[in-house]
């Protein structure tokens, strides 16, 4: 059998990240992991190939090779999904469809073939039994949140890794907490599950092998969610991995409580953990506690970024507009948190709710829902009606992105991170990529852009006062020119 995996497009969002990766002549951040797992679990008989649409084209070719077209996507992904389904449609092939945006609305999809929905691990096995004894059904779904342990080595050699930028791999699935607005509980479970240590570090060499040595992302819900578990076995094994190894940085997702555990950091560190995204919010308690976000409650969160800062570990920061707690000064109080705590990548939103949701079903009740869940929390929409009203939370989120994203206040931000930040000691890796990067940055910002003068401010300053904290201040240099092109696109 002759599988097609597709890969559909996302459009130009914040973590597209697509006026940046132009800078490295690159056109997406990393390979679909989900399609990568599905790959290593289909029978080894049979052909496979990987039609990733955000670094190439789907062609008629491809589609007449094709027994089954395989499609994966997150909500944010869905016209192109669409399209997709219904070019397979019209060239004859089946589609199975499986991933974020089908188990949450799968029936938006009847020319789907076959919906293999949920985790894999559950839900691919029967139907390629059925399919094989000629008795597939349309809908394959589980309740269950299996174990990780016979999850396979994703395949990366089905994908052309010189096309990206970063790999993604996957430790561990759930979240301890109850944030009311986060559909990961309901998806994946309250209970982190893990990989053992061996399997991660099995997935590390296969990339290793392959010549990889750029940045891998940990795409765990929270990787701290079993803390005894990465502490006592799989951060020691990564350690012991990266003696004599160049390149490689990590970066991952976690909860804000990581703070409170200094060994916990120092061995994050120690690993090769250069960033973290952590889910801030707000710093408005009260809507705090209307989330139920209670590990951020009762901290000095400023404080708790730089403490992170200061470890070893970048903060990317997640910050939500549009509580029913929020007042009009909320707006100035993000711009001032933002700004004090050097969360150079911030990623604001207006308060959305996913399908599945606490949250969902309270704007439910209380008649409150509009609209489609965009899937894309940072392009000034909601499906909700803010109690706030519709147009001053728009105003205000206008206000905080194009205040956030000005190249005063950005850079300005830039320089209070680098101030703070002790930098891990992973060895380097040069990538000729990052040397045409620079010459572009130069080009593009230090002559033509209207940062040019914040730019080379920055440019001197780390250059003298932080040598070694070069390459990140350009690397920010270029996210800051996506972040505004992007914000720009969205709220004008
Ligand atoms: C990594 C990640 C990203 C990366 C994506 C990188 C990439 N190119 O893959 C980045 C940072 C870009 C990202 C961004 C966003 N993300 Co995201 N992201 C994740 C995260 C943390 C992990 C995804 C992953 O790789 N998982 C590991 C793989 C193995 O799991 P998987 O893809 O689900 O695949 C499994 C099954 O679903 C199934 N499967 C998947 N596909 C298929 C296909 C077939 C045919 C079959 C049979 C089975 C199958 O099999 C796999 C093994 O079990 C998930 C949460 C999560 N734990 O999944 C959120 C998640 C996917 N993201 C989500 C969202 C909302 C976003 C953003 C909108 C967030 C934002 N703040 O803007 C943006 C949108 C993207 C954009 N560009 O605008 C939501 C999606 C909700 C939805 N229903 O679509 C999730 C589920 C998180 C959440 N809390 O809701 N994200």
Redesign the pocket.
Known sequence: MRIL?V?PE??D?????KHALKFIRKK???????????AA?LPSVGEKRLVDL?VTDLTEEDLAWADYV????????RESAQTTIKRCKTAGVKV??????????HEQFPDVDHF?????????AP?LRDLEQGRARRVYTSDEF?DLHQ?PV?LWQIVNLEQYDTV?I?FS??CPFNCDF???TA??GHRPRTKTAAQIIAELDSLYALGWRKSI?F???NFIGNKKHIKTEVLPALIEWRKGKTGMPFST?ASINLVDDPELMRLMVRAGFDTV?VGIETPNEDSLAECSKNQNKGRDLVESVKQLQRAGLQVQG?FIVGFDNDSASIFQQQIDFIQKSGSVTG?V?LLQS??VTRLYERMQKEGRLVNE?S?????GSTNIIPRMGLEPLREGYREILSHIYAPKFYYERVLTFLREYQPPKVRGHLEPQYILALWRSIYQLGIRGVERVQYWRLFFWTLFRRPRLFPLAITFAIYGFHFRQVTELHVG
């Not at 199975?96 to 609305?105: D, K, N, Q, S």
């Open positions: 995996l890969y996302f459009p969002t914040f973590w597209s990240f997406a951040g990393a390979p679909p992991l989900g399609l990568l797992t599905v679990m955000n395989f499609v994966s996507a997150m909500v944010v992904q199975v469809a499986g991933g974020p945006l089908f188990t949450m609305e293999v929905l949920n985790e894999a691990e559950e839900t691919l139907f299996p999850t994703p993604s996957q699935r759930g986060c559909n990961v998806l994946l992302f795409v765990d819900d997702e995204f997640g990623m939103g996913p399908l869940f899937g894309d929390n940072v392009d």
